[in-house]
Nanobody, 120 residues
Framework: VQLQASGGGLVQAGGSLRLSCAAS??????????MGWHRQAPGKQRELVAA???????NYVDSVKGRFTISRDNAKNTVYLQMNSLKPEDTAVYYC?????????????WGQGTLVTVSS
């Protein structure tokens, strides 16, 4: 599975960005995959920011609840992360990841990352 993330950039605090992650080359149907967005800030460990199951259930890390929304378009094999009210502490490289729903354990497939920089 190839995951191609895009949409990062430089934005002022309070602004918005939408990240996209397109999946291709999968022997697994995208609509049967759980997807997630992770981020890694300089000097910090990678953290799961938001996830969406194949059934559409979502969960978020507390720090982004109410500001970020994860969604998916199965017809386009794409998962999105809408980020509003961005804060400087959201600055990080954002990675999308996926795994077939039937597979236990962590995410098996990873994209290359897209940099989000929020200026104060």
């Amino acid at each position: 599975v190839q995951l191609q993330a895009s949409g990062g950039g430089l934005v002022q605090a309070g602004g918005s960005l939408r990240l996209s992650c397109a999946a291709s080359g999968s022997i697994f149907s995208f609509n049967r995959m759980d997807m997630g967005w992770h981020r890694q800030a300089p000097g910090k460990q990678r953290e799961l920011v938001a996830a969406i199951t194949s059934g559409g259930s979502t969960n978020y890390v507390d720090s982004v609840k109410g500001r970020f929304t994860i969604s998916r378009d199965n017809a386009k094999n794409t998962v999105y992360l809408q980020m509003n009210s961005l804060k400087p502490e959201d600055t990080a490289v954002y990675y999308c990841a996926g795994k077939p729903t039937f597979m236990s354990g962590g995410f098996a497939f990873w994209g290359q990352g897209t940099l989000v920089t929020v200026s104060s």
